[in-house]
């Protein structure tokens, strides 16, 4: 019923920049929040950053000072400006939508969705 599609990943050295973007589609009423979650070789996938519709952000503290989240209500997305970056950054990100109100065949659900994730990879 909605789709994420996630742009932006890549390789780049540490202490460069990336940007990814996310942009949600479908028959989309509202989503309450949007976000970045990573998910690192071995490891638990981890949220990034978040924020809600009305903007109330959320980060992890490894990426406080680095990692600037912002969001387009009216378009339905959602950007995550990646500056500084570390080595320990890389992983595969996702995009989340936090219940995402969405018409299907005349009835409204309500759920979560992922995207397909995007690679970012930061060299030494």
């Known amino acids: 019923q909605v789709q994420l599609v996630e742009s932006g990943g890549g390789l780049v050295q540490a202490g460069g920049s990336l940007r990814l973007s996310c942009a949600a589609s479908?028959?989309?009423?509202?989503?309450?929040?949007m976000g970045w979650y990573r998910q690192a070789p071995g490891k638990q996938r981890e949220l990034v950053a978040t924020?809600?519709?009305?903007?109330?952000?959320n980060l992890v503290d490894s990426v406080k000072g680095r990692f600037t989240i912002s969001r387009d209500n009216a378009k339905n997305t959602v950007l995550l400006q990646m500056n500084s970056l570390k080595p320990e950054d890389t992983a595969v990100y996702y995009c989340?939508?936090?219940?995402?109100?969405?018409?299907?065949?005349?009835?409204?659900?309500?759920?979560?969705?992922w995207g397909q994730g995007t690679q970012v990879t930061v060299s030494s």
């Open positions: 479908g028959n989309i009423f509202s989503i309450e929040g």
């Open positions: 924020i809600t519709s009305g903007g109330i952000l």
């Open positions: 989340h939508a936090d219940r995402a109100a969405a018409r299907h065949m005349g009835v409204m659900i309500v759920q979560d969705y």
